[in-house]
């Protein structure tokens, strides 16, 4: 079950699932790089996290290698985490070296995890600073999509 | 509501796409109808509620029709919030393929 809520006024984005996992199971998809990096990219950008200090003020430092081996650079800082629970971090765009840069917008992310029957809800919320960022941030993302539907189309036409 | 209106617009994969294609680059009708399964009419027909959205302009050019992304500030970011959240639902399918593996 997933819902969300968009306030484009206040560009955040409130997105909520259910999983059938207890909170702790998945605290780990987040804690863990070797797991989290299997679905924070898009689905033809897969990420890799070579640092991840998960802990208050630790910082975390990814890259999502595209198909044509072109790879984005991106960072986080923590800044608060009650474990297993809450987690609020900045997200933000690394230069070619990966190293923050403050030149495009950062995201404000903040994460919660409850228990909700015998599963898990989590709810994210994304804090952009204007719709420039975002655009940025959603441009692979589109990339993704429309290679997606035109892989749809073709699979179509290949079978008529 | 201008902005229901654009969820409205874009509440459909096809919709989604076709603007998606047009802000990257202005596209006559026939030129998009040619990427569907579907009639020109039904293409068409979707470029009209796009239209109603103010998400694209129709610029009538010779005999072509083109469309243009026409994005002020809100409808672009109900637009870009829109492909994050499909952004989102890949990475909970990615948690709960994760989740499925090793319980």
């Given at each position: ?94 230069d070619q070296h990966g190293e923050p840069t403050d ?58 | ?103």
């Amino acid at each position: 079950m997933v819902t969300s809520h968009k306030d484009v006024e206040n560009l955040t984005l409130t997105f909520v699932a259910e999983f059938p996992a207890p909170v702790g199971r998945v605290w780990q998809v987040w804690e863990d790089p070797r797991q989290l990096e299997r679905w924070w990219g898009p689905p033809t950008w897969p990420a890799t996290f070579d640092r991840h200090e998960f802990t208050v003020g630790g910082e975390s430092r990814y890259y999502m290698t595209g198909p044509d081996g072109t790879k984005a650079h991106g960072w986080w800082r923590i800044t608060a985490i009650d474990a297993p629970h809450r987690l609020e971090f900045e997200d933000g765009f690394g230069d070619q070296h990966g190293e923050p840069t403050d030149k495009l917008g950062v995201t404000r992310m903040v994460v919660s995890l409850e228990a909700a029957g015998d599963g898990t809800r989590m709810t994210t919320v994304s804090h952009f600073t204007d719709a420039e960022h975002l655009e940025q941030l959603v441009k692979m993302g589109m990339e993704e999509g429309m290679r997606l539907a035109m892989g749809q189309i073709d699979d179509v036409l290949g079978t008529a | 509501m201008v902005v229901d209106r654009v969820f409205h617009a874009l509440a459909d994969a096809t919709r989604r796409d076709i603007l998606t294609r047009v802000i990257r680059e202005e596209q006559s009708v026939s030129a998009l109808a040619r990427g569907y399964p579907m009639s020109f009419a039904a293409v068409q027909k979707h470029v009209a509620v796009l239209e109603s959205a103010s998400l694209v302009v129709k610029q009538r050019r010779g005999r072509e029709q083109i469309v243009r992304a026409d994005l002020t500030a809100m409808r672009r970011a109900a637009a870009l919030l829109d492909a994050y959240e499909e952004l989102w639902r890949h990475r909970v399918q990615g948690i709960d393929r994760i989740l499925q593996e090793g319980s």
